[in-house]
């Protein structure tokens, strides 16, 4: 391995204090996600917060407004759950955000002095997590590993523990713990043993203790193509009804599955986009959240009537919403000018906000503008903005491009998009094929062609970008990070003449390499969206390689890795760099002790300083 330059970290970013302080807020302001509350003590909650520096699990007492950190480790914690009596918490346990480890479990009140969290249920081994389904006398989990999936039930002990936990599922092919009846005796799973855990299928298992029964007591695939996602039961015990995401006419929607009679009712919601739902605790109506064109909606869906109201939010996106005891509707929700908040819209109409983070709160920042352009595979939608008090004509260019494949970006408060527009440069979104949001064609459209398929939307919105007015040809910047920084690395290889500097975080670099070394859940998810794994189909993977455009890179260009990360490995990522210091190219890199990512503020801002300095130097130069 070469010795590689490293990226250079300024001290500041700008020469007003005022701005600099302003844009390190954004990073720094304490944030907070939607709590989730104890089903049987809806006073006990969980949430995760930014709030120490680092994002961690905190319990928030609501009878007593007492709240308490629960997990402090360095590179922080998020995944986190807490029994139905309240009284404990489950945390997932990894080794510097290796996402490998196991769940363990505390008191909700705190651990006594000298005690240690327990690693529960006893006898399951490591892996990455594959669900977690928690009853008051039942416990389901997964783990994943090299050999596959594998799913164990427990059951409670009298001293409060759990009895060693029993293996009732393996597979070679990918699963999930996916949802637990009320009364804990049906057991869904979602599973790809048809070799594509791009779509799964759905079993349903009776549940007796901490075993359950051969015989399925329902099954439901849609087939080739075609997913399904369970959403939940009722909190209603011995109530089979199952609510199910299907997509039999291409788009995300909703059916009503009862279990025990292997009957459905589809809900014929009169909405565009796509549609997800959870349960009024009653079980007589639905949450509704209906995403269509980067916003999100709620609505209350009353079941016997089919009647559907929007419920007052303002516009923008929602991350999370669930529906408290008393019918109060929970949610966060952020849009480009307004940081996210966690809000309580209550029965009588009244909101406000619940969860208020201390400290400043983030400076907002500028709104996103839509634009559709039409491309090779039909239309794009891009989301855009300009910074504040821009001079008219072109402007230097972030094309931002978000990670998943299958996500989108949305119309949501970004500390890191409004760092760009503070240092001038508009920012692009582009809801490429594969993205998430608009159908099912859309987001499978990549199958067999990933990356160079969702670069010829790129090249669509960039064409737009600068025939419009909006963008410099010769500032032009690609950046993302996961997928993201895949389709950057791709970007600066197969379109070398479009771009100026290249920044790509924690990427895919060598897809035979990464292939090798990702986890298991990975793998099989390349295996669904390439037709077949290297050995099956080695020119597709070498087709859809940044290792393999690496000598037409021409543009400077920032990678930005993880020592830690199991989804893009650092083994690969190194040998693209080997290859770049081997051509001579201009590039930098940003190494840190961490996985997929980082939980910890101060080094969010030492790389997105290096980010946007990087950039600078090389427009400067070019």
């Known amino acids: 391995m070469s010795k590689h330059p490293s990226a250079e970290i300024p001290e500041t970013l700008f020469d007003d204090p005022a701005e600099e302080e302003r844009w390190r807020a954004r990073f720094s302001a304490p944030r907070n996600s939607l709590p989730d509350w104890a089903l049987d003590a809806p006073d006990r909650n969980l949430y995760v ?17 007492t709240h308490r950190q629960v997990t402090d480790r360095p590179n922080g914690t998020t995944y986190a759950t807490i029994s139905p009596d309240g009284e404990t918490i489950w945390w997932f346990s990894d080794t510097d955000g290796n996402e490998f480890g196991r769940w363990v479990t505390e008191p909700f009140a705190g651990l006594p002095v000298d005690a240690s969290v327990a690693a529960a249920p006893p006898g399951v081994h490591e892996g990455y997590p594959a669900g977690l389904a928690l009853g008051a006398e039942v416990v389901v989990c997964g783990a994943s590993t090299d050999e596959g999936t594998t799913i164990w039930a427990s059951r409670a002990a009298e001293d409060g523990g759990y009895h060693p936990a029993r293996v009732i599922y393996q597979h070679e092919q990918d699963a999930d713990v996916a949802a637990l009846s009320h009364d804990e005796s049906l057991l869904v799973l979602a599973h790809s043993e048809h070799g594509d855990s791009r779509h799964p299928a759905l079993r349903v298992l009776r549940v007796r203790g901490d075993e359950v029964d051969d015989a399925p007591v329902a099954e439901k695939w849609d087939g080739t193509g075609k997913s399904l996602s369970a959403l939940g039961f009722p909190l209603i015990a011995g109530d089979p009804r199952l609510l199910v995401s299907h997509e039999r006419r291409g788009r995300s929607e909703l059916l009503i599955w009862d279990v025990e009679n292997d009957t459905e009712t589809e809900l ?65 929700l952020s849009s480009a000018e307004r940081p996210a908040a966690v809000r309580a819209l209550y029965t009588d109409g009244s909101d406000a906000v619940i969860l208020q983070p201390g400290g400043t709160p983030a400076p907002p920042s500028q709104p996103l503008r839509d634009a559709f352009v039409e491309g090779p595979g039909g239309r794009v939608h ?74 010829e939307d790129v090249a669509a919105v960039h064409d737009w970008a600068v025939a419009s007015g909006l963008t410099d040809p010769d500032r032009s910047v690609v950046e993302g990070a996961s997928w993201g920084g895949y389709l950057t690395l791709m970007a600066l290889g197969t379109q070398p003449d479009r771009w100026a500097a290249g920044i790509a975080g924690v990427p895919v670099a060598d897809y035979l390499a990464a292939y090798e070394d990702e986890m298991e859940p990975l793998r099989a998810f390349d295996r669904a969206l390439f037709g077949g794994s290297p050995d099956e ?18 543009a400077p260009v920032l990678v930005l890795a993880g020592e830690n990360d199991p989804r893009c490995p650092i083994r690969q990522i ?40 990087f950039a600078r130097r090389a427009l400067a130069a070019g």
Not at 546 to 551: I, K, S
Not at 582 to 608: K, N, P
Request: with cysteine; aromatic share 10%; net charge negative.
């Open 382 to 455: 891009a989301l855009y903005a300009r910074p504040e008090h821009a001079p008219d004509g072109p402007l230097p260019t972030v094309f931002s491009l978000h990670g998943g494949p299958h996500a989108a970006d949305e119309d949501r408060f970004s500390a890191y998009r409004a760092l760009w527009l503070d240092a001038g440069f508009a920012v692009v979104h582009v809801n490429y094929r594969g993205s998430t949001g608009y159908g099912s064609r859309w987001r499978d459209a990549i199958e067999g062609r990933p990356g160079l398929t969702e670069l």
């Open 49 to 65: 917060s930014n709030s120490s520096g680092v994002w961690e699990v905190y319990a928030w007492d609501r009878a007593t407004e």
């Open 268 to 332: 014929l919601i009169d909405l565009p986009g796509e549609l997800s739902a959870s349960w009024y605790p009653n079980g007589t109506a639905l949450l509704v959240t209906h995403e269509h064109e980067a916003r999100c909606v709620l609505y209350h869906y009353d079941l016997a009537s089919g009647a559907l109201t929007r419920l007052p939010t303002a516009t923008g996106t929602v991350t999370g919403a669930d529906v408290r005891p008393d019918g109060t509707v929970e949610y966060s």
């Open 537 to 554: 189909v080695p020119e597709r993977y070498r087709d859809c390689s940044p290792l393999t455009y690496v000598d037409k890179v021409r």
């Open 574 to 613: 190194d040998n693209y760099l080997d290859r770049l210091a081997a051509l001579g190219a201009t590039y930098e890199v940003y190494r840190y002790d961490a996985g997929h990512g980082s939980l910890v503020v101060a080094e969010s801002l030492r790389q997105r300083a290096a980010e946007v300095h």
